[in-house]
């Protein structure tokens, strides 16, 4: 068995590496994304006391048609950010909504770091075949762990790093380093492939805690161009609905439904938009449903977690700067991977040499 888990785990970390060290290196970088952002892009420089105007800027945003929907100013991003079509996203400023920034995957490399850490820059079949990497990845992360585990008594020397000779130098530095990190790179690797099979793992979680139904979403409501909307009355609507909430993105009307739906994040939420969501009738005002995700049951809350837990949007910036050390892992255990086999094949080929 243990041969069988070497050879495992030689040959999914040789194959299946490279792309871990990049998930990790893309991951690492995406954890500091407003604060990358803010940086390097000066006009979302603005005062995050500017005057807002909500209702004119999703008036705006609406009437253009260009967006699906749009996240509020807050302390990380003081402007609108809007999700519009090709997967371009508009940055209007609070108070006029006039457009200050357009970015895409094409013209911004940040934007392209998301999509290769997503996707793989191949939209759903991207995704599809990541699904896969991550469940290797799993497999070579629990194999290494068994292969790791030290007898008893013998924890302190599995941990140790040793300079010389070469061969166990580079075998100390990779078993130790991976035993550390392995707590929370296989969280990370784990909420991953979970996000990929988010329907799968919506339904293992709920069934496992013996969730009862799930809230829906409401009917649909036909569009009537006719009709005005609003948005004053529709975001007043939605904080009356859940008043210790702050009001995050806003979903617009569809050509099939013209249902409002805006996403809030209760206090106690580790996401960064909040799962809690108010749908609203937009041509009254009317809140139709309401769903607080601090109240839902257990295996709900528990996939909630997922994408709080792998991107470092919990326990503050000492969870976050532990996420971000956590992706280079990837890049070193290759290395040192590498360089072990590398050097053990020599090591093989010369004894085998010196026998002949």
């Known amino acids: 068995m243990r041969r069988l888990l070497q050879w495992l785990h030689l040959w999914i970390g040789l194959s299946a590496g490279l792309l871990f060290a990049v998930l990790g290196l893309t991951g690492t970088l995406l954890a500091y994304q407003?604060?990358?952002?803010?940086?390097?892009?000066?006009?979302l420089a603005v005062p995050a006391d500017a005057p807002r105007d909500d209702a004119r800027v999703l008036a705006q945003l609406a009437a253009s048609g260009e967006a699906t929907g749009a996240d509020l100013p807050r302390d990380a991003l003081p402007v609108w950010q809007a999700f519009a079509k090709e997967g371009r996203r508009l940055y209007l400023?609070?108070?006029?909504?006039?457009?200050?920034?357009?970015?895409?995957?094409?013209?911004?490399w940040m934007l392209w770091l998301r999509e290769l850490h997503t996707h793989l820059l191949a939209g759903k079949t991207g995704e599809e075949v990541l699904g896969v990497f991550g469940i290797a990845i799993l497999v070579l992360l629990v194999t290494g762990v068994w292969l790791w585990w030290p007898r008893s008594g013998a924890l302190v020397e599995s941990l140790r790093w040793h300079a010389r000779p070469p061969l166990r130098r580079w075998f100390s530095w990779h078993r130790s380093t991976g035993a550390l990190a392995v707590?929370?790179?296989?969280?990370?690797?784990?909420?991953?492939?979970?996000?990929?099979?988010?329907?799968a793992a919506r339904?293992?979680?709920?069934?496992?805690?013996g969730d009862g139904p799930e809230t829906k979403p409401p009917q649909p409501i036909a569009p009537?161009?006719?009709?005005?909307?609003?948005?004053?009355?529709?975001?007043?609507?939605?904080?009356?609905a859940l008043p210790e909430a702050q009001l995050r993105r806003v979903s617009f009307p569809r050509k099939d439904n013209a249902v409002v739906s805006i996403r809030a994040k209760m206090p106690a939420e580790w996401h960064p938009v909040g799962r809690s969501t108010v749908w609203i009738d937009p041509y009254d005002a009317t809140?139709?449903?309401?769903?607080?995700?601090?109240?839902?049951?257990?295996?709900?809350?528990?996939?909630?977690?997922?994408y709080p837990l792998h991107m470092g949007g919990v326990g503050g910036e000492v969870y976050r700067t532990a996420v971000a050390v956590a992706g280079l892992a990837p890049t070193f255990?290759?290395?040192?991977?590498?360089?072990?086999?590398?050097?053990?094949?020599?090591k093989a080929v010369s004894e085998s040499d010196k026998t002949a």
Do not use: C
Not at 333 to 346: D, I, Q, S, V
């Open 34 to 43: 407003p604060e990358i952002l803010r940086a390097t892009q000066p006009a």
């Open 183 to 199: 707590p929370l790179v296989l969280l990370l690797a784990l909420t991953g492939v979970a996000m990929v099979y988010d329907g």
């Open 203 to 209: 339904a293992g979680l709920r069934f496992a805690f």
């Open 224 to 240: 009537d161009p006719a009709r005005t909307i609003d948005w004053n009355a529709v975001l007043d609507a939605a904080r009356r």
């Open 287 to 306: 809140v139709l449903r309401v769903l607080d995700a601090t109240r839902q049951e257990t295996g709900m809350r528990a996939n909630y977690a997922i």
């Open 93 to 108: 400023h609070p108070t006029d909504g006039r457009l200050l920034l357009e970015r895409s995957s094409a013209n911004d």
């Open 333 to 346: 255990l290759l290395a040192t991977g590498f360089l072990f086999w590398r050097r053990r094949k020599r």
